[in-house]
Structures are given as C-alpha cells and as structure tokens.
T-cell receptor, first 113, second 113 residues
C-alpha cells in the first residue's frame, strides 16, 4: 500500500530565506508525485508534478522539487520565499496502476518579515 | 479556467440530520472525488466516481454515501450527521488517469452540533 510522510508539520522561515519541505513516500510500484498548495480559506491547487523523465521538476511561483527514487523522496524547495508563500503544502502520490491519489498530512509554511 | 463549485462554504447541522453537500464542475471531467480534511491528517478520500452512476469507496466511507446522476455533479450525503463528522469537505475533479491534475473546490466547512 502507498503512504506519504511529510516530515515537518510546521516550517517557520524568514522572508527571502530558502526553504525545503520534505516528503517521503512508500510504494511497491512506479509512482506519480505531486505537490499542492492551499492558501487560507481556499481549495488546493497544483504546484508541480513528477510523471517521468527529468528528476528535477519546476513548478509555479518559483518552486521546484527533486524526485529521488533511491531515497523515495520528493522534497519541495524554493531559493527565496515571500510572505505570500505562507500556506499549507501537501505532497501526494498515486501509483501507476491504481485509481487513487494519497495525500500527506500537510506542512504549514509560515513566512515571517 | 476549470471551476469546481461547492454549494456552501459553511454549514451548521444538528446531530441526526441528513446532510447533502453538492459539487459541480464545468470541465467535463470523468473523475470526481470527495475528501475530508482534518488538521494533522491531511486529505482522506471518502468516495470517488470515474463515470456517471459509478462510485467507489475511498478510505473512510463509513457514514457517507454519494450520488452521481449527471457527469458534472457529485453529491456527498451524510445519512445521519454526527459530531465526529465536523470537518472541512473538499470536492475535486480530474480527467481520466491518476497522472492528471486534480482541481479542487473551495471547500465546505461543516459543523455538526
């Protein structure tokens, strides 16, 4: 069975500092990987996704993530965060043979001035 | 733009009431999903549907049912609301396949008193 672990429930960071939000998954088959963002009082929207090919994936708003198959990780990074990046971030995984996407518990990113 | 619309942002219902949460999407997507979001637990799949009149149980279907009579509409039904069903409910839709982006509604915050 698939599972997703987001290693940090909250990440406080100062504006213009770099940030990494960590995500590990487990699956016995090939997977597709996603990061979604949820701004306050809104639904989720897609930041980026890994389907195949290059392991470095670039998304919207300057975010990127790297797929590491040997470490079963898909960490999200941004070199310089803004106040407006304050939100909750969800890592998600779906396996290539299934119908469901499994979401992690979420990481709350707080960007401080 | 894809739009997924949930009929209510906030609902307050009494224990034992039958509750209907409605979701409509305008992009002709085959797949539709209902999730519940609780702090520290992320998104948990309640039910999904990959075609009209088709439905599949997710990870936490107990106490819920769904209806999909038309492609664009997916309803979540709480047969007899209980206080432990107080939560944020998110509807999503996507094209066929698990490698596709899911588009989310803004959510319905349900309080059962």
């Amino acid at each position: 069975a698939q599972s997703v672990t987001q290693l940090d429930s909250q990440v406080p960071v100062f504006e213009e500092a770099p940030v990494e939000l960590r995500c590990n998954y487990s699956s016995s088959v090939s997977v597709y990987l996603f990061w979604y963002v949820q701004y306050p009082n809104q639904g989720l929207q897609l930041l980026l996704k890994y389907l195949s090919g290059s392991t470095l994936v670039k998304g919207i708003n300057g975010f990127e993530a790297e797929f590491n198959k040997s470490q079963t990780s898909f960490h999200l990074r941004k070199p310089s965060v803004h106040i407006s990046d304050t939100a909750e971030y969800f890592c998600a995984v779906s396996d290539t043979g299934g119908f469901k996407t499994i979401f992690g518990a979420g990481t709350r990113l707080f960007v401080k001035a | 733009d894809v739009k997924v619309t949930q009929s209510s942002r906030y609902l307050v219902k009494r224990t034992g009431e039958k509750v209907f949460l409605e979701c409509v999407q305008d992009m002709d997507h085959e797949n539709m999903f209902w999730y519940r979001q609780d702090p520290g637990l992320g998104l948990r799949l309640i039910y999904f549907s990959y075609d009209v009149k088709m439905k599949e149980k997710g990870d936490i279907p107990e106490g819920y049912s769904v209806s999909r009579e038309k492609k664009e509409r997916f309803s979540l039904i709480l047969e007899s609301a209980s206080t432990n069903q107080t939560s944020m409910y998110l509807c999503a839709s996507s094209p066929p396949g698990v490698n596709t982006e899911a588009f989310f509604g803004q959510g319905t915050r349900l309080t059962v008193v």
